[in-house]
């Protein structure tokens, strides 16, 4: 089975992109999907969330908006929210890909915003960044309810810069060239992967100045 580590920036279409995957038959892991899994009544998250962040917890989950607002009072505080999901997440996607890998599944996507942040990129057989230009990105996202400007600063500011995941990326999807030319794209990628001639890049998987993680 080949595992593709799909990534990029908030606003640059990743789940446009994992619809487009999961077209072509590949299984799709979402880690925005799973935390919010962990996040729920009876999730395993809850507890040392609820121990680490006093206050969070509402009817036996956890509350973001309350947890949002106990990250931003503590500069370190999303360091040590990392430091307790991450590894619970893990667990659960090495679970689902083992089971993908059981049931004869050829391709499965990640969809980890912070594949590069988290080390994920290690894991995977190939990386592919989703990308559009900034100001696609800023409309995109400025346009989601809710949504503000120091909001968008605030994300950006913990995710990788566009440019960097494109440089180290395997392969690049641009959603601001149109659906069509993604489809395209995706076609390429998943034909490309799926040959039996297919070798996995080569890449550098650790980087002079990263933190281990």
Same mark, same amino acid.
């Given at each position: =089975?080949?595992?593709? *580590?799909?990534?990029?920036?908030?606003?640059?279409?990743?789940?446009?992109?994992?619809?487009?995957?999961?077209?072509?038959?590949?299984?799709?892991?979402?880690? $925005?999907? &799973?935390?919010? /899994?962990?996040?729920?009544?009876?999730? &395993?998250?809850?507890?040392?969330? *609820?121990? /680490?962040?006093?206050?969070?917890?509402?009817?036996?989950?956890?509350?973001? !908006?309350?947890?949002?607002?106990?990250?931003?009072?503590?500069?370190?505080?999303?360091?040590?929210?990392?430091? +307790?999901?991450?590894?619970?997440?893990?667990? *659960?996607?090495?679970?689902?890909?083992? %089971? &993908?890998?059981?049931?004869?599944?050829?391709?499965? #996507?990640? $969809?980890?915003?912070? +594949?590069?942040?988290?080390?994920?990129?290690? %894991?995977?057989?190939?990386?592919? #960044?989703?990308?559009?230009? &900034?100001?696609?990105?800023?409309?995109?996202?400025?346009?989601?309810?809710? =949504?503000?400007? !120091?909001?968008? !600063?605030?994300? +950006?500011?913990?995710?990788?810069?566009?440019?960097?995941?494109?440089?180290?990326? $395997?392969?690049?999807?641009?959603?601001? !060239?149109?659906?069509? /030319? /993604?489809?395209?794209? #995706?076609?390429?990628?998943?034909? =490309? #992967?799926?040959?039996?001639?297919?070798?996995?890049?080569?890449?550098?998987?650790?980087?002079?100045?990263?933190?281990?993680?």
């Amino acid at each position: =089975m080949i595992v593709l *580590g799909l990534t990029g920036s908030i606003g640059m279409g990743k789940s446009t992109t994992t619809a487009m995957f999961a077209a072509h038959g590949a299984v799709i892991w979402n880690a $925005d999907d &799973a935390v919010h /899994a962990l996040y729920a009544r009876g999730g &395993a998250a809850v507890g040392p969330v *609820g121990e /680490a962040f006093p206050g969070v917890v509402v009817d036996g989950a956890i509350d973001r !908006e309350r947890l949002a607002e106990a990250l931003g009072r503590d500069d370190t505080a999303f360091r040590r929210l990392e430091t +307790l999901v991450h590894p619970l997440v893990a667990t *659960g996607r090495l679970a689902d890909l083992e %089971a &993908a890998r059981a049931s004869g599944v050829r391709l499965a #996507v990640l $969809d980890i915003p912070l +594949l590069f942040e988290t080390g994920g990129d290690r %894991a995977v057989d190939a990386v592919v #960044v989703v990308t559009a230009s &900034a100001a696609v990105q800023r409309a995109r996202v400025l346009a989601r309810p809710g =949504m503000t400007v !120091e909001r968008f !600063e605030t994300i +950006l500011a913990r995710q990788l810069p566009d440019a960097e995941k494109r440089r180290r990326a $395997d392969f690049v999807v641009d959603t601001g !060239e149109g659906l069509d /030319a /993604a489809r395209a794209r #995706v076609a390429e990628i998943v034909g =490309m #992967v799926l040959a039996p001639d297919w070798k996995r890049p080569q890449r550098t998987l650790s980087h002079p100045g990263e933190p281990p993680h």
